[in-house]
């Protein structure tokens, strides 16, 4: 999928935090008012204890009162409730992104499906320096998972950019597994030399979400906003965002962060758009507007084929008339052809594709 028409509908804030419970916020905001949420809810942990290294230190654990539950009854019920109206204020062509860890993320994902969410990936966060298992008694947790979803399996124009993630990755095709380190070093934010949050996310893998499904102008509503990770990520790409956050702690220091963000110029956040997200250019059109005129002979590359442009843009060769496509699969005698990519034209004794004469087109379009 590729770049979208704008759906029109109701607008809910933007550029905020909205302070308190995030379900009480979530059934505030106006139906079909967002266009992508990411969420990074509390995990659940299930921690029992203090957590030590070797050599007997306390280890930083997330022990956070926001992430207990007294029961997994309880944790799918308060599941449930910010899903269900996440789903209500998503747009029918936005798409939601829920990560968890190995504690809660398959809870998480019978949510997900049971309310009618379509699950697009799953995408495994690999972390190139997780922390390690300190008693030895497992193996090293080394990743979490995020979920990503349209609204429903009949909801089919989200925003995918894939020809941006894959200049992303050195035109390969971005794979569902993400190798990224954990956010440490000068990223990681601290209030009085502690931790400003226990689970702040890397605006790397923000980044990489915010970049393949939206849009710039979009809204990307995180329900759990913490410091703010995702706003940053959000500003800096030119994108509106909404957070909804209780924690006044958070607030604090997410309010400060953001207030440092530049956005991109709008040339900066011009990314590589999908071939089939390009305005459609039929042959006529180069010819019309006297890129090529009546009369002119296209060859192959290889100067083996030829034939002559008419006036409505169809091609003549000895034997038989058609669009440029048809004729380059019959001097062929193959089953299809692109005749953009096979036609070529000379310039001062080199065949250049016809393919440069609809670019030329196309960017006048943009």
């Not at 320096?129 to 399996?153: L, V």
């Not at 002119?296 to 442009?309: H, N, P």
Request: charged share 25%; glycine share 8%; aromatic share 10%.
């Amino acid at each position: 999928m590729a770049r979208r028409t704008k759906q029109p509908g109701p607008s809910a804030p933007s550029d905020t935090i909205l302070r308190g419970d995030c379900i009480e916020h979530l059934k505030a905001l106006p139906d079909r008012s967002v266009d992508v949420i990411f969420a990074d809810p509390p995990y659940n942990m299930q921690l029992s204890g203090d957590l030590r290294r070797p050599n007997n230190s306390k280890v930083d654990a997330v022990d956070d009162h926001w992430d207990k539950f007294d029961t997994f009854e309880a944790y799918d019920q308060f599941t449930r409730a910010w899903l269900g109206e996440a789903r209500r204020i998503l747009k029918d062509d936005g798409t939601i992104w829920v990560i968890g860890s190995y504690h809660n993320i398959f809870r998480v994902g019978a949510a997900v499906q049971d309310l009618g969410f379509w699950i697009l990936n799953d995408v495994i966060w690999r972390k190139n320096n997780p922390m390690p298992n300190f008693r030895g008694r497992r193996f090293t947790n080394a990743h979490e998972t995020m979920i990503w979803c349209a609204k429903s399996q009949n909801h089919k124009r989200y925003t995918f950019n894939y020809e941006a993630m894959k200049a992303l990755n050195e035109d390969l095709q971005m794979r569902s597994d993400w190798l990224l380190p954990i956010c440490s070093g000068r990223e990681r934010l601290k209030v009085d030399g502690e931790k400003a949050h226990t689970t702040q996310k890397p605006e790397a893998l923000l980044y990489r979400v915010i970049l393949s499904s939206t849009n710039p102008g979009d809204l990307v509503l995180d329900p759990f906003f913490g410091t703010g990770t995702t706003g940053a990520v959000a500003k800096r790409l030119g994108r509106r965002y909404l957070g909804i956050e209780r924690e006044e702690k958070y607030i604090n220091v997410a309010e400060q962060r953001l207030a440092q963000v530049i956005p991109m110029s709008p040339e900066q956040l011009e990314v590589t758009r999908s071939k089939k997200s390009e305005p459609r250019i039929p042959f006529g059109w180069v010819v019309e507007r006297g890129l090529l005129t009546a009369g002119d002979i296209l060859t192959d590359r290889a100067k083996r084929y030829a034939a002559k442009v008419r006036a409505d843009g169809s091609l003549v060769c000895t034997d038989a008339t058609g669009s440029i496509h048809r004729i380059g699969a019959h001097v062929q005698g193959a089953d299809a052809c692109n005749g953009w990519t096979f036609w070529h034209f000379d310039v001062e004794g080199k065949p250049v594709p016809i393919d440069v004469l609809r670019q030329k087109l196309r960017a006048e379009l943009n």
